[in-house]
Structures are given as C-alpha cells and as structure tokens.
C-alpha cells in the first residue's frame, strides 16, 4: 500500500497548544497502549503500519514541519516538501511528480490519500487498505471514503451515492451545507467525505499536465506557483464521474476543534491545576503552573498554556480559527 499523508496545515482552531512553530499533529497529546504520549502523526503511522507493515508512507508538508516530521518518526517515511502552501490539490500533484519522478514509483501504482489529523481505530486502517485494493481492481478513475454521518452536520462536505452499498458510485458532492441542507443529505444516505481517497498516479499527473506543462518533479517544482490554488476535493473530485465511495461506519472524529478533541486528550497531570463550582459540560485544560477556577460555567471550554488563553463556548470553537485570522497577534 501506498499512503500519501497531508500535514500541511497549522490547526488554527486549536490554538494556543497548536501554533505555526508546533501545529496539531505533532502535539503529543494522547496515550497509547503503554501509557506513552504520542501524536496525532505518530497515531496515523503506527496505525498503517499495524495494518500493512510493508505500507510505502510519504508525507506531504510545508518546509517549517520537516524537523518535527523526522523528530517524531525518524527517517521511516519519505518527504515531499511544498516551496510553499497552495492548497491540497498542488501538495497532492507535488507529491505525485515526486513519487513517480523521483521515487520511480510507476504511473499505475495506486495511491491513498490520508489526513494526518483524525482519531480512529484499527478498522479505519484496514477500510484505508481496502479503499486502495478496490482502485487498484477496479476500472474507477477515483475511490473515497464516506464516513456514515452520526448526526446532520455543518462542518463537512457531503458524498451523495448512487446505493446503499457497501461500495457505491458516486452522484455528486455537496460543499459544507446549512444544518436544513445536511439533514436532507442524510435522508438522501449521504455520507461525510473525510478526505480519504485512492487513485493512480497517472490519473493526477494527466490532470496537472492539462493545467500547465513540465517535464519532470524538478520542473513542477520550479512553476508551483501555476498550479490553481483550491482544494483536490474541488479541482478533481467533484469534477469527476467515474468516481465510487466505500461506506465506513466505524470509529472516526475530525479532531479539528476543542469540542471533537476535548474528550480524546490526556489530561490527567494537569487536573491538579483547574477545579470547577457549579459548571455543566465544562472543560478546563491548564498547561500553566498557576490554578485556573470555574464558577457557573455552562458548556465552556478553557485551553491555557505560555502562548495564550483561550475561552470559548463549545457550539462556537469551530469559529476559533477565524477569529485567529481577525485578531491583532499570531497565532
């Protein structure tokens, strides 16, 4: 298996624990098996690794995440590394120039696509492996992984199927819709698109090459800057027909805000720092040495640590990012 990680971005909507010097995925914020801290980069590695020891990793990254890529996973996985960040369609045609031009992996060798900033088990990892089986047998130019969505939601975009299948073609896509929007997709047994996605390298490569011309890795590199800055979800998947989905149902959270991630982290050394009066689904998580005190506080979530303090009621932590982007300091 051939998995391609994206780990470009910083994870605004984490801050303060998450900032451009140490985005997200590299927060050692979880334990393992052995009660050993690990993160969000090392979780996804170990998990394809366990499920295909044999598995060919690349991570796809911004030059500034390079030192805490090899820091967390020694030199087990290859790097394709962007000049800059233009969206995942350029890191993703990047990385396939990279792989077939420098790699030497062949134009028909099959290649998964896999966020590195979702919480999952076992089974996500073996669906991941299968998705890649399934386009690699099958005569599909693209095939997704739809998440069978556990209430209507906001925040995703939205696979519509053909069938109830396991495996099914894919109608159409549908951008992050209003809440009336996404219970009407959910009727129509729409599914979560989590951005996991199989193709061949020639599929992508064919696609870049009617963009703009170049001869090799060296020669996209160089005209980076000439590949659309948008998504791969908008420059190639919502534009393609012969396109399937295979339903997954198992454990999965995008652990992209505090609300989905509040209940997944390891807090246990820092409880001794924060204590609640007369609070309903509050949280507190105090990297500081000093006490913090929650009196009445209802549906609250309180991140503090030396960069910053950040208060913000759950419902409203998916907009954290864009009041980052609003205010006067960086985050």
Not at 39 to 58: E, H, P, W
Not at 260 to 277: A, G, P
């Amino acid at each position: 298996m051939n998995v391609l990680l994206l780990s470009g971005g910083i994870g605004k909507r984490l801050w303060p624990l998450s900032k451009s010097k140490q985005p997200k995925q590299f927060l050692k914020i979880f334990k393992n098996e052995k009660n050993e801290s690990e993160s969000m980069l090392q979780r996804i590695y170990k998990g394809i690794k366990n499920v295909d020891k044999n598995a060919f990793v690349t991570i796809a990254t911004s030059k500034n995440q390079v030192s805490n890529i090899k820091k967390q996973i020694k030199n087990k996985v290859c790097i394709s590394i962007e000049p800059y960040s233009r969206d995942t369609f350029p890191a993703i045609a990047l990385a396939s120039a990279y792989l077939h031009y420098v790699k030497n992996i062949p134009l028909n060798e099959t290649i998964v696509v896999c966020p590195v900033d979702h919480f999952v088990d076992d089974e996500y990892f073996k669906e991941l492996k299968r998705v890649s089986e399934i386009c690699e047998k099958s005569y599909y130019n693209l095939v997704l992984m739809g998440i069978e969505p556990k209430q209507p939601s906001e925040k995703f975009g939205y696979i519509i199927p053909e069938s109830k299948e396991k495996i099914s073609k894919v109608i159409k896509f549908k951008e992050k819709p209003t809440q009336e929007e996404a219970l009407k997709y959910i009727q129509e047994d729409a599914l979560w698109n989590c951005g996991v996605f199989a193709f061949k390298i020639k599929y992508v490569l064919d696609i870049v090459h009617e963009i703009i011309k170049f001869d090799d890795y060296y020669d996209l590199y160089k005209k980076y800057d000439e590949i659309p800055k948008m998504s791969f979800d908008y420059a190639v998947c919502e534009r393609e027909t012969n396109c399937a989905v295979v339903r997954f149902s198992g454990k999965w959270c995008d652990v992209g805000t505090w609300e989905n991630l509040i209940d997944k982290i390891d807090v246990r050394e820092r409880e001794q720092y924060s204590e609640m009066f007369r609070c309903k689904n509050t949280d507190i998580i105090n990297y500081l040495n000093i006490p913090i005190l929650g009196v009445g506080l209802n549906d609250i979530i309180i991140v503090a640590s030396k960069d910053g303090i950040m208060v913000s009621n759950k419902e409203n932590s998916y907009d954290i990012k864009t009041a980052i982007d609003k205010i006067s300091f960086k985050g």
